[in-house]
């Protein structure tokens, strides 16, 4: 599989891209950031597109997850 192939963003949902950003639940937005850790460039930037999202927003995602994460049990 050539890396171009492998950058590539799966198909939006077209319930995601009708909503805001601060209304995906939790799970949708952990999906976002799974779906985007291999992303970069035009790829990531077609991703945020299809999905109404900031990279912003996208980032803000990450660091509360790995917060999240980083948490004692």
């Known amino acids: 599989m050539a890396k ?3 950058n590539k963003a ?3 949902m077209e319930a ?3 909503r805001r950003p601060q209304d995906w639940t939790a799970a949708e937005r952990l999906r976002a950031v ?3 850790l291999a992303l970069d460039g035009e790829a990531l930037g077609d991703y ?5 999202i900031h990279l ?3 980032e803000q ?3 509360a997850a790995q917060a999240a994460l980083e948490q004692p049990r």
């Open 10 to 12: 799966p198909p939006p």
């Open 48 to 52: 945020l597109r299809r999905k109404g």
């Open 61 to 63: 995602w990450r660091r």
């Open 34 to 36: 799974a779906d985007t």
């Open 4 to 6: 171009k192939d492998q």
């Open 56 to 58: 912003e927003q996208l």
């Open 16 to 18: 995601e891209a009708a």
